[in-house]
């Protein structure tokens, strides 16, 4: 199992910008695929980004392309999501996710059940 730590969570206005961070337990770091997802109020947990081990090849749900970006560390066991032009729709509570396993180009990237290791969450709200 490896423990995952958000952070950079916050109440800020739309159109503001935020940097979440994943810290990942584990020496292998290079070996998982990470993802953002996130959970809003009353709805079910929605992908948000993903990356492969190396951080080249990257994923993200229609509506943060161009606005979020997902990027990696492996020195220092960490995974971020870059969030700018943040709307009131963003709000929610963010997770991070990782795996050691295979999937399925971006189809796969995109499943909760790929992941094997998430964190507790951080919040992001966004106030218009």
């Known amino acids: 199992q490896v423990r995952l730590v958000e952070s950079g969570g916050g109440l800020v206005q739309a159109g503001d910008s935020l940097r979440l961070s994943c810290v990942a337990s584990t020496r292998t770091f290079e070996s998982l695929a990470m993802g953002w997802f996130r959970q809003a109020p009353g709805k079910e947990r929605e992908f948000v980004a993903a990356?492969?081990?190396?951080?080249?090849?990257?994923y993200y749900l229609d509506s943060v392309k161009g606005r979020f970006t997902i990027s990696r560390d492996n020195a220092n066991n960490t995974v971020f999501l870059q969030m700018n032009s943040l709307k009131p729709e963003d709000t929610a509570v963010y997770f991070c996710a990782a795996t050691r396993r295979t999937y399925s180009g971006e189809v796969g990237a995109r499943r909760i059940n790929s992941y094997d290791n998430w964190g507790r969450g951080t919040q992001v709200s966004v106030s218009s």
């Open positions: 990356c492969n081990w190396s951080g080249d090849t990257t």
